[in-house]
């Protein structure tokens, strides 16, 4: 009678077994992608502005992250803005600014797999502005800088439903400047300064 309750039991968990396994197949997946964009520089340019900031900005930063590993992060940011005098600036104002800054960036999460929660990380940054002649000056070309800087970063992830999250973040680095001016002299420097910072919004995916 043992024996039959055995080979009994054996069957039913031979033939339900694919039942549980095609069922643990189809559970939705962690997501291991994000795209967000910052929220927080387009809040301040009106600011700005009402604090007597004479230009007007037009800031875009786009994040792609990638969960790599279980607490590893890739994150790939885009930066671009352009600014440009308001009616009313000082005609020493730059007729015209374009800045280009693209980051790449690694991120521990220690207590998460995946794309929430604190994280640790460590990124890298290349920045390009440039910056045109002064409306009242003989000089028709303008001037240019460029920025290189790598340090660590500390940020938090939220979690909100329809897998939306809030990314905050803030990073400080050193690096290198160059300034180039209207004829074409370099001048470098060494500085610390803000690699990363904001608040961005997006979804996982």
Sequence with gaps: M??????????????????????????????????????LLPILVPVGILSGNPTMDIPVNIEFQRVIADHLVLLVRLGLGCAWPLPNAPQAS??????????????????????????????????????AAPRDAVATKGTSRYRMASGPILGWQFLLPANTIVDLSSG??????????????????????????????????
């Design 94 to 131: 730059s007729a015209l600014s374009l800045e280009v800054d693209p980051l790449v960036e690694v991120d521990w999460h220690p207590f998460h797999e995946g794309l929430k929660g604190l994280n640790l990380g460590l990124s890298g940054i290349f920045v390009y502005d440039y910056y």
């Design 172 to 205: 400080l680095g050193f690096g290198y400047n160059a300034n180039v001016d209207v004829n074409g002299v370099t001048t470098p420097s060494s500085s610390w300064e803000l690699t990363r910072g904001g608040i961005s919004l997006g979804f996982r995916f």
């Design 2 to 39: 043992k024996a039959k309750n055995v080979f009994l039991v054996v069957l039913f968990a031979f033939v339900i077994s694919p039942t549980f396994v095609a069922a643990e197949d189809q559970r939705p997946q962690e997501a291991r992608n994000a795209i967000a964009i910052d929220v």
